[in-house]
């Protein structure tokens, strides 16, 4: 999962294997949390989001599982292909509830996957 | 539909230099924003706006100022480049939808800025 720290976390998988990252989010009150893949030298693209009402969402690929009891987030990735190697960012909604929150997000610092063919 | 873009994509500056980083979005979102991306760290917001005419300040603001003239735009100064702002920029944007306070942020491809 991410930490602070200069190191990202690392995952290795094989081609075709299931990917699990994992995110801790900070703050109990966040109702939104969304993760994005960013490869090398290009801007973060949205993957998946889910709102606090929700524990799972599935999207072609990807789920994203919400456990708000120990605020945990994860995103599996099903059939692992080497061009999903990137980092991954899971975010929060900064400001939950209010209404001045704009859509500010906070980041995790990110997971790098490495999937070998 | 070009999604959002960011000009220049590299630039090198001098201690003290000042330059403006340039964001564009066709997508007539409201909300936009300037992050900054350090090694082996997540985006740090440092300045957002909600519409025209309107700024406000993120996580990290100081040594930047933005201004938003234009809905479309969304541009971010530096007065006097120090070595600290070394980084890379992202500027991204979103919707607003009535009843949900946030949706995703659609980001640009990023420029590397490196101050010496």
């Known amino acids: 999962g991410e930490s602070v720290g200069l190191h990202l976390p690392t995952l290795s998988v094989q081609e075709g294997d299931n990917s699990i990252i994992n995110c801790a989010y900070s703050n109990s009150a966040s109702d939104y949390f969304i993760w994005y893949k960013q490869e090398s030298g290009k801007g973060p693209q949205f993957i998946i989001d889910?709102?606090?009402?929700?524990d799972k969402r599935q999207g072609q690929r990807v789920t994203v599982l919400l456990n708000k009891t120990v605020k945990h987030l994860s995103l599996q990735i099903a059939a692992t292909q080497p061009g999903d190697s990137a980092v991954y960012f899971c975010?929060?909604?900064?400001?939950?509830?209010?209404?001045?929150?704009?859509?500010?997000?906070?980041f995790g610092q990110g997971t790098i996957l490495t999937v070998h063919p | 539909n070009a999604g959002v873009t960011q000009t220049p994509k590299f630039r090198v500056l001098k201690t003290g230099q000042s330059m403006t980083l340039l964001c564009a979005q066709d997508?007539?979102?409201?909300?936009m924003y300037w992050y900054r991306q350090d090694p082996g760290m997540g985006l740090r917001l440092i300045h957002y706006?909600?519409?025209?005419?309107?700024?406000a300040k993120g996580e990290v603001p100081d040594g930047y100022n933005v201004s938003r003239l234009k809905k479309q735009n969304f541009l971010l100064g530096l007065e006097s480049a120090a070595p600290s702002q070394t980084s890379v920029y992202f500027c991204?944007?979103?919707?607003?939808?009535?009843?949900?306070?946030?949706?995703?942020?659609?980001f640009g491809p990023g420029t590397r800025l490196t101050v010496l």
């Open positions: 889910i709102r606090s009402n929700m």
């Open positions: 991204a944007s979103s919707y607003f939808q009535t009843g949900l306070l946030v949706n995703e942020q659609f």
């Open positions: 975010a929060e909604n900064n400001e939950p509830g209010g209404g001045t929150s704009y859509g500010k997000l906070t």
């Open positions: 706006s909600v519409g025209e005419g309107t700024t």
């Open positions: 997508m007539n979102h409201e909300y």
